[in-house]
């Protein structure tokens, strides 16, 4: 499993994130440029420029029409996929962490940094998923959070709830119309941020990544506590694979956090986990610095990581990744029919 | 009710005298014993009554005792006569110093005068204190003996029926004591929160678990782990048993200052850095300064060379019977226990000596019937005489064997655990002092006048040295370079060494092996049973190997060994980053190579190997600081029934090998079951939360089945084609207009 190793990127990767096809890869790092890339052959389609602060965050539309953008210049950037034109900016009083659109594209959820004097508040947009049309200033919903601010945020299937990782390792539900807090469940440990939030691909359950060098998989209904990851890096990201049932993790000691870093002991890989069994199953390297984000290709066919390093790493699944199973697996013949 | 402002008179406001309020409950409370003068005095009673003509030569007799501890003072002595004209029987008397008056409470209380009267000596002030009025009930009320407890079986895991061993592991603030279980995750058996306050230590037999804290060291042990023994020594920084575990030595760098009412330690150990306790009675049985460390050699910057301080100070024969303290340059003081008297009352004068060792075992030296121990000791040359290896029996002091040895910087003293062999490393420096090179002087101590083997033929320092335990071979690794203290490790060499066959009984003469050149190791670790060495390097920033060596290896022999008594093998290299320390289980079945967070902060944990070398577990471990594994006892079955097992080997490892399966498959099937167990949960709950979606969407009036739907996109998008235009620019002509 040769990767395809993307250098377009000058400064640490901030996230990554495939169409719903699976064939256009959309990156974003702090150098304030998003980049667009074949992920088949890692050429590079063009890029998004407009920002005048490190992004951190970028969501694209079910149907590959919109790309949300949100950055440290305290905007939420709507542009248009096909001709890098930006067709809306949403302003707000702190930079934008995570923007995240919902199952059918028309909100978009945006989590603002609580800063100067202002608390994190998750806004929701509704978003007209026309390139032509005119984008509403109105935000539809505002929640915000005086406990401890939202670092990450993702819709639940159909839109019902809102969920939201918090600095505090606790994640939230929010109703999704009302903006009301339901539950609040300290998932991680006290301290331990929640740093990443992925939805499974039918939105009824998401895994979060945190500091506390764990990733846990908890059901988007009633925020139960599905399955645990544990492993011995603070984790940066974590995703779910669609087809097979593992988890990818991704981390590693901040290089402030070490005084020697060689490669070694930083644990810059991507971690396998089997998703019910909560086994470790195998490692990726490469990487030379923690990995920022991680992304799987919606049909299971790859994935891709990206680190502090700049550098993103594309990855195909080869068949050894297809045929790997647990015996238990096999005999419920779970696995082969790919 | 407190006094207002109000009602205050101007009286209230200043107290006149301070005769007015009642202090004496306070002044009896916080009384402050002044040096009332009488310290040097003490009351003598048991005295025999004699008339007024015979008191001058009871007098001379008694004063004539009583300088046994100290001097009494000229006419300190006062013995009263009543109207008869008889003493009564007692005396006062007066001491030069009160530390000689507590000396003599101490040392000349409760000894015999003569056949019929016994000393009874006092300090007056405990008299006055003591024996004040209402200080004493008149009845008599007899101590209160506590009942017999029964106390915990304390070596009940010699009786683990598939013969496993603990091992002690400190990590972070816990202590716990684990089961081995091989490729398994260790069983937990007990584990505290702050059980000790800096490392945990396992007496030599295993017997005990010594916990060090800042007021003294407890000792645990039983099934329940039950406090058995502790040794009030305040901020004891060391610990170190006698090999027999009766007595128990702690240090501590701070003097001890013992308060008045202690009810373990006396006003003797005040002061004092070292004690040695019975460890049955937890009582102390004789207390010791530090020696002053000579003065430290300056180095070559000028700066003092910070010695370090020699550890153990007192060093035990191996029956717990003599312990030694050397005195650097001048002398050996040889105690015999129980009672912790000097030997023959005065130290041996040994000029010059450096060091002194033991024998591990009961020598059985050629032609020697009577008991003895042995010790070995050395000095360097001074003046124009040759420095010295000697070997001294205990306790006739007689000198064995002594061996002049020329141009020495060093020596160690490394005996075989047998007591059978002693080797003296010598560094021996050339006339110009530039070069530096080693001798072994091996003592062949049970045969017929010690005979002495040297092997000269190393060119480089040995750095390290190691006999096999029970054995009569060694390995030792050797530089080239001065060892410095440099990021690079030093270059080295390890050479197995190893008698030559010879006909009849006996041991022939010490023959290289082998040596493996260009290697980094420094340290020996043999197994605790011979045969098997592992040489690895440790403390080490970039290299951790892990050597295992076979010594009588199965295979075949290479025609060049064939004279020798060994068949060198290695079996296996591992590789255990940042490795600090390796221990072997007592059994030599197993070996832990562990990285302690006290070192280095960087993958902390431990690694299971078998003897072979072969990896069976890895833990990391988060502030892991220590493992240690549980020794044992000596065995209790004789020579015969060893040999008979050894050679039965065989047939049990069937019945070991059988166990092993059986276990391996019911856990086998155990996860598997586990699995499939957490398996068909997940699914149930898929299919579960699928149902519930599917439902919410018709609610909603959406289309019921998009992800299949999606599914089924996906299948088809997974043959995508992606088109690539490759553009090549062949030529570029510039044309100019």
Sequence with gaps: MRPILLQGHERSLTQIKYTKDGDILFSCAKDQVICAWFSANGERLGTYHGHQGALWTIDIDPSTTLLASGAADNTVRLWDIRTGKCIKVWDFNTAVKRVEFNDDGTKLLAVTEKRMGYLGTIVVLDVKVDVEAEQSDERSLVITCDESKATVAGWSYLSRYIIAGHEDGTVSQYDAKSGDLLINEPVHEDGGQVTDLQMSSDRTYFITASKDKTAKLISARDLTLLKTYPSDTPLNTAAITPKKPFVILGGGQAAMDVTTTSSRQGKFEARFYHKVFEDEIGRVKGHFGPLNTVAVDPLGRGYASGGEDGYVRVHAFDRGYFDFGYEVEREMGLVGKR | ?737
Aim: glycine content about 6%; charged content about 30%; aromatic content about 10%.
């Design chain 2, 1 to 737: 009710m407190a006094p207002s402002f109000d009602n205050l008179t101007e009286d209230n406001g200043t107290y006149d005298s301070e005769e007015e309020i009642d202090f004496s409950d306070l002044k009896e409370q916080y009384d402050v014993r002044l040096e009332q003068g009488l310290d040097a005095f003490v009351v003598v009673d048991g005295l025999p009554v004699v008339p007024e003509d015979s008191k001058p030569k009871l007098v001379k007799f008694l004063v004539k005792q009583l300088n046994k501890a100290g001097k009494v003072k000229e006419d300190g002595f006062f013995m009263p006569t009543n109207n008869k004209g008889m003493t009564e029987g007692y005396a006062f008397v007066e001491y030069q110093t009160p530390q000689q008056a507590i000396a003599a409470t101490k040392q000349l209380h409760g000894t015999a005068i003569d056949k019929r009267h016994t000393f009874a000596i006092n300090k007056i002030t405990d008299v006055e204190r003591y024996g004040r009025e209402g200080r004493i009930d008149d009845e008599y009320q007899p101590p209160k003996i506590d009942d017999f407890a029964e106390k915990e079986h304390l070596r009940w895991w010699l009786g683990d029926p598939n013969s496993r061993d603990q091992f002690v592991m400190l990590r972070g603030d816990n202590v716990g004591v684990f089961w081995n279980k091989k490729k398994d995750p260790p069983e937990n058996i007990v584990d505290r929160m702050h059980w000790t306050e800096s490392h945990v230590q396992w007496s030599p037999l295993g017997t005990y678990l010594a916990t060090m804290h800042a007021r003294g060291v407890q000792l645990w042990g039983g099934p329940n782990w039950t406090r058995q023994t502790r040794f009030p020594h305040p901020m004891c920084n060391l610990i170190d048993f006698s090999p027999g575990e009766t007595y128990i030595t702690t240090w501590s760098f701070k003097p001890i200052e013992v308060s008045e009412d202690d009810p373990i330690l006396s006003q003797e150990e005040d002061g004092k850095n070292y004690i040695i306790w019975d460890v049955a009675t937890g009582r102390p049985l004789r207390s010791f300064q530090m020696h002053d460390l000579p003065t430290p050699p300056e180095s070559e910057t000028g700066q003092p060379v910070k010695k370090k301080v020699p550890w153990p100070a007192f060093k035990w024969s191996s029956d717990d019977k003599f312990v030694a303290r050397m005195l650097e340059g001048q002398s050996i003081s040889v105690y015999e226990l129980p009672k912790m008297t000097l030997m023959d009352k005065t130290s041996i004068k040994i000029e010059g000596v450096m060091d002194f060792e033991w024998s591990p075992a009961l020598p059985q030296r050629d032609s020697v019937k009577t008991y003895e121990q042995l010790f070995c000791f050395w000095t360097p040359e001074i003046g124009s005489n040759p420095a010295k290896v000697g070997l001294m029996s205990i306790p006739s002091k007689e000198i064995v064997r002594t061996r002049n040895l020329f141009n020495v910087t060093d020596a160690k003293l490394h005996w075989q655990s047998q007591g059978a062999y002693v080797c003296v490393k010598v560094d021996r420096h050339s006339k110009s002092k530039k070069s530096l090179a080693t001798n072994l002087e091996i003592f062949r101590v049970r045969e017929k006048g010690v005979p002495v083997e040297v092997v000269d033929s190393i060119k480089d320092t040995v750095i390290n040295f190691a006999w096999e335990p029970k054995g009569d071979r060694f390995v030792l690794i050797t530089t080239a370079e001065v060892v410095m203290t440099t990021a690079v490790p030093p270059k080295t060499a390890v050479s197995f060494f190893c008698p030559e066959k010879i006909k009849g009984a006996g041991v022939g003469n010490f023959k290289h092996i082998r040596t493996i050149e260009k290697k980094n190791s420094n340290a020996i670790y043999w197994s605790p049973k011979g045969r098997f060495v592992i040489v690895a390097t440790v403390h080490s920033q970039q290299s951790f190997d892990l050597d295992f060596w076979d010594l009588d290896f199965e295979g075949e022999k290479p025609e060049s060994d064939k004279d020798l008594t060994a068949n060198l093998q290695l079996m296996n290299t591992g590789d255990h980053y940042g490795v600090t320390d390796v221990d072997w289980d007592p059994t030599g079945r197993y070996c832990v190579t562990s990285a302690s967070v006290w070192k280095h902060t960087m993958e902390n944990g431990y690694h299971l190997y078998d003897f072979k070398g072969e990896l069976l577990r890895e833990e990391h471990i988060e502030k892991f600081k220590q493992l240690s594994w549980r020794p044992r006892p000596l065995t209790l079955l004789s020579r015969d029934e060893q040999k008979t097992i050894r050679k039965n080997l065989r047939e049990y490892s069937k019945d070991f090998e059988e166990q092993d399966r059986i276990e391996e498959d019911k856990e086998k099937g155990a996860i598997v079951e586990e699995r499939r167990r957490v398996l068909s949960e997940w699914l149930a709950w898929r299919e579960k939360e699928e149902e519930e979606l599917k439902a919410e969407r018709r609610e909603l009036g959406l289309k019921e089945d998009v992800e299949e739907e999606e599914q089924a996109d996906g299948e088809d998008g997974g043959g995508a084609v992606v088109e690539e235009i490759m553009e090549e620019v062949l030529d570029e002509v510039e044309e100019i207009a």
